[in-house]
Each structure stands twice: as C-alpha cells, then as structure tokens.
C-alpha cells in the first residue's frame, strides 16, 4: 500500500498501484485533461505542419460525413427548402448528441429515419415550439412536411 498526495487537490490518499497520482476520477479527468491539452500544445510547437496536416483531414472527413448525412437524410430544410446553414434535428424530441463529432455522425447515420434537414431558423423555431408544449401538433406537422419532401425527391 502507497502513501500518496494527490497531483491535482492535493489530498492524502492510499493506493496499491505505484503509478496512481489522483485520489479520484474527477481528479484523474482534470488531470488527464491538463496533461493532454499541454502535451498537444509541445508537440504541435514542435511540429507546425502536423498541426495544419491534422486539421485539414479534420475538414475532409468531416465534410466527407456531411455529405454521407445529406444523402440519407436530405440537403433541404423541410419546411421552407433552404440549402444554406442546414442542421440535423431528432424528429422524437431526445436530447442532441452531445459526443464527439465521429461519433455523432456515425450514430445520425445509423438512425436516419429519426431526423430531418432543418435551417439554422426553423431549428430555433422547432426548439421554441417544443418548450411551448406543442410537441406532438408540430410532430405531426414535420412528418406531413417530411412526407411532401419525399415525394417530391422521388418524382
């Protein structure tokens, strides 16, 4: 058993694993997320064309899954047919996903049926209709909407 003090609020603790420097996983998480943000700061110092190399296969891929989620799910808003700023909503009213990006497309790609293309505005506007407490009126309304979309796609 290891006498130690904790690297991040300093309180006494014992452990059996030599390598253990938190007493808790709240401590471990802040420390892990100190020492990566430092960690990626030196390298990226070190490396400058890394950095710029990592953020442009971010932008690919990231544009490659957006046009993966616009095939499946649509590439208009469904109420007014707006191209531009377009945002993915969860038409059963569950919460966003709050994941990482990677994941997040992954998991609206494989649930595709629950969402619809909505504009920056009619995303707001939903959202403000939804703490109203007409949900299930606008529920209706979007599914219609949806309807007219699909059909006019297939013709």
Not at 116 to 124: D, E, G, N, P, V
């Amino acid at each position: 058993m290891f006498k130690k003090n904790c690297s991040v609020c300093s309180s006494p603790f014992e452990t059996n694993r030599f390598a253990q420097v938190t007493c808790s996983e709240q401590c471990r998480r802040e420390y892990r997320r100190h020492f990566n943000r430092d960690y990626h700061r030196q390298y990226y110092q070190k490396n400058p064309n890394m950095r710029k190399q990592f953020l442009l296969n971010k932008k690919i891929n990231y544009n490659k899954n957006r046009e993966q989620l616009f095939n499946s799910i649509g590439s208009k808003c469904v109420i007014c047919g707006s191209q531009k700023r377009l945002s993915f909503h969860e038409i059963f009213g569950k919460n966003h996903i709050r994941l990482d990006v990677q994941k997040g497309f992954d998991y609206i790609l494989t649930h595709s049926e629950d969402f619809i293309a909505l504009c920056s505005f009619h995303h707001k506007f939903v959202h403000q209709f939804a703490k109203c407490g007409e949900w299930n009126k606008f529920k209706e309304l979007v599914e219609k909407l949806r309807l007219l979309n699909h059909i006019e796609n297939s013709t």
